[in-house]
């Protein structure tokens, strides 16, 4: 750390619920500095995804601690040859998990609070459970995407102050269950079947894999919105908007709690709806092996073709299989 560097004159005080990049923007703006010119200052080469050096320069620079921030910021590493990301305490298989270039943000939140929530940068939770209302990830104003270069936490680059418009979308009760539960195991409360106010009953094998397992499994499930659907690379990775995304949800939901039909024929009428290979990679690729099993038996309930190629994989890998059809066959009990 270069010995001209000084920490803020004006200090911040940091909220445990917020993200790291929210509370740098934060005390950028307090100090009368854009955030880019903060981490030009800092020698950080990237907030996308930061390594140890740029944490605890902007760390020393912020008055928190690394350990405080590095849990708050995004970071990858190269695992087995593939990258993998962290964020939150919790390990991550897929960029598309995560926002990275696109946050979101809850208005009212900010109007309320004055803080970004952390988990408005995960990409599969799309609404405020605190507010029940869909994020956004656009200037109502200007229309322009959000970007963490904007002035203020609350202020588009146009200059605006980021409100809802009156458009509003209307919540299902499986989105806003999702979005409390994907939340609350965020935080680490794992039993998040308690979470207040009371939720609607989810498929049992979500709150037996990780948050990224989750995501993937009820992304796989409900990406496709017709029979036949097909997805391009580029496609899966985009994030859509918090909008779609909640259509995705609910059909991921619905699809999953579908799963206790037992007949040949339902699995065949349903695998046509079923984003394959994100069930394939999850099974090649989950950050742990509750992942990576509960996607191996999903294809297996299913009878997906590519079953065998991934089995072949994985015993190459030297892993046992073990059974989780139950999750499934019992998913909607």
Same mark, same amino acid.
């Given at each position: 750390?270069?010995?001209?560097?000084?920490?803020? @004159?004006?200090?911040?005080?940091?909220?445990?619920?917020?993200?790291?990049?929210?509370?740098? /923007?934060?005390?950028?703006?307090?100090?009368?500095?854009?955030?880019?010119?903060?981490?030009?200052?800092?020698?950080?080469?990237?907030?996308?995804?930061?390594? @140890?050096?740029?944490?605890?320069?902007?760390? $020393?620079?912020?008055?928190?601690?690394?350990?405080?921030?590095?849990?708050?910021?995004?970071?990858?590493? #190269?695992?087995?040859? &593939?990258?993998? $990301?962290?964020? /939150?305490?919790?390990?991550?298989?897929?960029?598309?998990?995560? &926002?990275?270039?696109?946050?979101?943000?809850?208005?009212?939140?900010?109007?309320? $609070? !004055?803080?970004?929530?952390?988990?408005?940068?995960?990409?599969?939770?799309? !609404?405020?459970?605190?507010?029940?209302?869909?994020?956004?990830?656009?200037? @109502?104003?200007? =229309?322009?995407?959000?970007?963490?270069?904007?002035?203020?936490?609350?202020? %588009?680059?146009? =200059?605006? $102050?980021?409100?809802?418009?009156?458009?509003?979308?209307?919540?299902?009760?499986?989105?806003?269950?999702? %979005?409390?539960?994907?939340?609350?195991?965020?935080?680490?409360?794992?039993? !998040?079947?308690?979470?207040?106010? @009371?939720?609607?009953?989810?498929?049992?094998?979500?709150?037996?894999?990780?948050?990224?397992?989750?995501?993937?499994?009820?992304?796989?499930?409900?990406?496709?919105?017709?029979?036949?659907?097909?997805?391009?690379?580029?496609?899966?990775?985009?994030?859509?908007?918090?909008?779609?995304?909640?259509?995705?949800?609910?059909?991921?939901? !619905?699809?999953?709690?579908?799963?206790? *039909?037992?007949?040949?024929?339902? &699995?065949?009428?349903?695998?046509? /709806?079923?984003?394959?290979?994100?069930?394939?990679?999850?099974?090649? #690729?989950?950050?742990?092996?509750?992942?990576?099993?509960?996607?191996?038996?999903?294809?297996?309930?299913?009878?997906?073709?590519?079953?065998?190629?991934?089995?072949?994989?994985?015993? &190459?890998?030297?892993?046992?299989?073990?059974?989780?059809? *139950?999750?499934? #066959?019992?998913?909607?009990?």
């Amino acid at each position: 750390m270069s010995v001209d560097l000084q920490p803020l @004159p004006v200090a911040v005080e940091p909220s445990d619920e917020e993200s790291g990049l929210g509370f740098l /923007l934060r005390c950028s703006h307090a100090n009368g500095i854009a955030l880019q010119f903060l981490a030009n200052h800092a020698g950080v080469r990237s907030l996308r995804w930061m390594v @140890p050096r740029d944490i605890d320069t902007l760390a $020393y620079l912020a008055g928190v601690s690394p350990n405080w921030l590095g849990q708050r910021v995004k970071t990858r590493r #190269q695992v087995n040859g &593939r990258r993998q $990301y962290s964020y /939150l305490g919790w390990e991550w298989g897929s960029i598309a998990s995560l &926002r990275v270039k696109q946050p979101q943000v809850c208005p009212e939140c900010l109007a309320e $609070y !004055a803080i970004c929530r952390a988990e408005w940068d995960v990409a599969m939770i799309s !609404a405020c459970p605190v507010h029940r209302a869909l994020l956004i990830d656009r200037c @109502p104003h200007c =229309g322009m995407r959000l970007t963490w270069s904007r002035p203020a936490i609350d202020v %588009c680059c146009c =200059g605006r $102050y980021l409100r809802r418009s009156g458009r509003e979308h209307h919540l299902s009760r499986d989105e806003m269950s999702w %979005c409390q539960t994907l939340s609350a195991r965020l935080k680490g409360k794992h039993l !998040a079947r308690a979470v207040e106010p @009371p939720t609607i009953q989810l498929p049992e094998w979500i709150f037996h894999v990780s948050p990224d397992g989750a995501s993937r499994l009820v992304h796989a499930l409900g990406a496709l919105s017709k029979p036949g659907q097909c997805l391009s690379s580029a496609k899966v990775v985009e994030i859509p908007s918090p909008s779609e995304l909640a259509e995705v949800v609910e059909r991921g939901l !619905a699809r999953g709690r579908m799963l206790q *039909e037992q007949s040949i024929e339902f &699995r065949r009428s349903i695998r046509v /709806l079923i984003y394959e290979p994100g069930l394939q990679r999850l099974a090649r #690729q989950g950050v742990v092996f509750e992942d990576q099993q509960a996607a191996v038996q999903l294809m297996k309930f299913l009878d997906c073709e590519s079953l065998d190629l991934v089995e072949r994989e994985r015993r &190459r890998g030297g892993r046992p299989t073990k059974g989780q059809l *139950e999750l499934f #066959q019992d998913a909607g009990a």
